[in-house]
């Protein structure tokens, strides 16, 4: 199995705060890297009650010293998909606990190349199914960023470690509740999601927002990048514009093919409230999904129902004038 490990290497980890003395951010050259293993993270099939020692390298292509930490964090499915690693004051927990990875503070010199062991260790009760975790290589201190905005930010890599416990593998998805937030001034409908399954999944999923009267307002296709197993997260669908208060239903189908999971459909019901809840911020996807709504505030089907009596009303007028004009003439 090959989970998605580009935003593990050289990613940027930004914590808002004061700003910090120094003045620029030093290029990073620290870097984690698997030993004796064909690619870039751990890729490992272990029976329940195994143990496997293993190796990685850390170095520092640099001109100076750098101080550093290491230590084994939890992993978790980000917003849509992806990677997303536990930062070094989360506890370990899960398959983290696994591994034998003391955590360390060090000082790693220029053109320096260190090897550190390690050793995963399965449960004897471990069910089959996809397991995954990582280790982690950070700068010890945050740096300024440059730019206008004031914001330090801690350089980590990460190497992923996945170990499978063969066994029936289970694909498994489950729906939860639909949120409604704003961000700069623009809707964003999010929508729980975990993988309850027991194997990574890359679901594609078709959304389709209607309002209270069937009419479809917005309708787009997500594809989610990995999934991990026994993780949950949110589908995020960004629109164009701001929903109309009022009562909507968003409908799912979702489906992994390559991992087993047949096509299934639900609806979940949404309440966008009057004023919106503005969100500073949010994770989601590149683009913006078309809404279909109606001026001044009404639905699309308000203002053809609008469009519709007004044009019966001139006709109304129509016929009357020439009724008037009619009797006019046989007056004369």
């Known amino acids: 199995?090959?989970?998605?490990?580009?935003?593990?290497?050289?990613?940027?980890?930004?914590?808002?705060?004061?700003?910090?003395?120094?003045?620029?951010?030093?290029?990073?050259?620290?870097?984690?890297?698997?030993?004796?293993?064909?690619?870039?993270?751990?890729?490992?099939?272990?029976?329940?009650?195994?143990?496997?020692?293993?190796?990685?390298?850390?170095?520092?292509?640099?001109?100076?010293?750098?101080?550093?930490?290491?230590?084994?964090?939890?992993?978790?499915?980000?917003?849509?998909?992806?990677?997303?690693?536990?930062?070094?004051?989360?506890?370990?927990?899960?398959?983290?606990?696994?591994?034998?990875?003391?955590?360390?503070?060090?000082?790693?010199?220029?053109g320096e190349r260190s090897r550190r062991s390690f050793t995963v260790n399965v449960p004897a009760d471990a069910a089959p199914g996809e397991y995954i975790t990582s280790l982690i290589l950070e700068h010890d201190r945050s740096f300024q960023a440059g730019g206008a905005i004031d914001v330090n930010q801690v350089v980590r890599q990460a190497v992923a470690v996945v170990v499978t416990v063969p066994g029936q593998r289970s694909p498994s998805l489950e729906v939860g509740d639909a949120s409604h937030l704003v961000v700069a001034g623009k809707s964003i409908v999010s929508v729980a999601v975990e993988n309850s399954g027991n194997v990574r999944l890359k679901p594609l999923i078709e959304f389709t927002l209607s309002d209270a009267a069937g009419m479809q307002v917005s309708h787009a296709s997500v594809a989610m990048d990995s999934f991990y197993a026994k993780t949950a997260t949110s589908v995020e669908v960004p629109l164009t514009a701001l929903l109309l208060p009022g009562a909507y239903v968003v409908r799912l189908t979702l489906e992994d093919p390559g991992q087993g999971l047949e096509s299934f459909e639900t609806s979940i019901p949404l309440l966008v409230e009057e004023p919106p809840v503005v969100a500073p911020g949010s994770g989601t996807a590149p683009g913006l999904t078309d809404v279909i709504q109606g001026l001044r505030g009404e639905s699309l089907a308000f203002v053809w129902g609008v469009l519709i009596s007004g044009l019966l009303a001139l006709a109304l007028v129509i016929v009357g004038v020439a009724m008037a004009v009619r009797r006019r003439r046989n007056a004369a």
């Open 1 to 110: 199995m090959r989970v998605a490990v580009g935003s593990l290497l050289g990613v940027l980890a930004l914590i808002a705060g004061p700003s910090a003395a120094v003045a620029e951010t030093p290029p990073s050259r620290l870097a984690l890297s698997t030993v004796d293993q064909p690619g870039s993270f751990f890729d490992l099939t272990m029976e329940p009650g195994g143990h496997r020692s293993l190796e990685v390298a850390i170095s520092n292509d640099g001109d100076t010293s750098l101080a550093a930490r290491t230590y084994a964090a939890d992993v978790y499915t980000i917003v849509n998909g992806g990677f997303g690693g536990r930062l070094r004051d989360a506890p370990p927990t899960g398959t983290t606990s696994w591994l034998d990875y003391a955590p360390a503070s060090l000082l790693v010199k220029a």
